[in-house]
């Protein structure tokens, strides 16, 4: 199933397939600014030695208001938990007028998870499907531009600070019931 949403500054099509072992989504995000904007895409595990560890397919899930969210975006952090910074996502800079495509395959059924979430989840349910996607528009930012950082393979942008009040985000959905394990 594909769907599409779009604001002022960005248009977002997701088209989405449910089966029995993955969930298969493949995106397609277009600038629709006069500024680069910067897709909260590239989420990471660790950060070790030889930078960010980045995973394409990683992605955050959360269940809220009864449905499954599956996101790539700056989690909210929760309010009554101590941690020792903000996990902020690596960033893909997309360019006025020009477009960025990913493929991003998850593991059914799916498990909540988020950088301050780890659950093991032992009750099935099904939730409609949603998926979210974060972004920074243009600049100039309050904390500064990103910066190069190394990852695995290569480099990425990153943000050393930036405000969940400060992200754009796109949603669609529902896009059919998914199987998930909640405790």
């Not at 989420?43 to 955050?60: E, K, N, T």
């Not at 929760?78 to 997309?94: A, G, L």
Request: charged share 20%.
């Amino acid at each position: 199933m594909q769907l599409f949403t779009s604001d002022s500054h960005a248009a977002l099509w997701a088209d989405i397939e449910i089966g029995a072992n993955a969930l298969v989504i493949h995106y397609i995000v277009e600038n629709r600014s006069r500024m680069a904007i910067h897709l909260f895409n590239r989420i990471w595990d660790r950060c070790r030695a030889d930078g960010y560890q980045v995973d394409p397919d990683r992605v955050d899930i959360e269940i809220r208001q009864e449905q499954a969210i599956v996101s790539k975006k700056l989690a909210a952090r929760p309010e009554d938990m101590d941690f020792e910074f903000m996990h902020i996502p690596c960033v893909t800079e997309v360019m006025p007028s020009a477009s960025f495509t990913e493929h991003v395959s998850v593991a059914l059924p799916l498990v909540p998870r988020t950088p301050y979430l780890r659950d093991v989840g032992t009750i099935p349910r099904r939730r409609p499907l949603w998926f979210e996607l974060g972004f920074a528009r243009g600049g100039p930012f309050a904390a500064g531009a990103p910066t190069v950082t190394r990852i695995p393979g290569g480099t990425a942008l990153h943000f050393a600070t930036f405000t969940q009040s400060r992200q754009c985000l796109l949603t669609l959905g529902p896009f059919g019931d998914v199987p998930t394990l909640e405790d």
